[in-house]
């Protein structure tokens, strides 16, 4: 499980961030977008990614959904919007932290999306960081 959804999402980003063709993003957000369909549908009837309690695959998922709104999809041009959009992966992510409270101090928001503008130059040449909200505001707003 942890395989297919890198495939998909959490490596599909990065393809599309760092594609050097057309080609390569097309195939790159044809993924992302099929991840997150996927994953949207999957949550519709699944508590978590795989089984009936949380894995380390649902862990590795919080990390790459809370940089998707303000890092993937912004400086790697990552397709598929905000998380919010999709009904079933925001109450998954919501459901995580009520039941995780600890998972919250697990990302620092701001610092883990910035250092995306402020060190891929490539991507972001002057270096502007916008404005990116603190875990907990992200979670409130989904």
């Known amino acids: 499980a942890s395989e297919y959804w ?3 999402l959490w ?16 195939e790159a957000a044809s993924d992302v977008l099929q991840g997150l369909k996927e994953m949207n549908d999957h949550l519709n009837n699944n508590a978590y990614l795989v089984g009936d309690s949380i894995t380390e695959v649902d862990v590795k998922n919080f990390a790459w959904v809370t940089r998707h709104d303000f890092a993937y999809t912004v400086i790697f041009k990552s397709p598929g919007g905000r998380i919010a959009q999709y009904p079933h ?8 932290v009520m039941e995780y409270p600890r998972l919250l101090d697990t990302v620092d928001m701001p610092d883990a999306c910035g250092s995306y503008y402020r060190q891929l130059f490539m991507l972001n040449v002057g270096r502007i960081v916008p404005y990116i909200p603190s875990v907990r505001e992200w979670v409130a707003g989904l």
Do not use: I, M, S
């Open 89 to 96: 992966l925001a109450a998954y992510v919501r459901r995580l």
């Open 11 to 26: 490596n599909g980003a990065y393809k599309c961030g760092f594609a050097t063709t057309q080609t390569a993003y097309d």
């Open 6 to 8: 890198f495939n998909l």
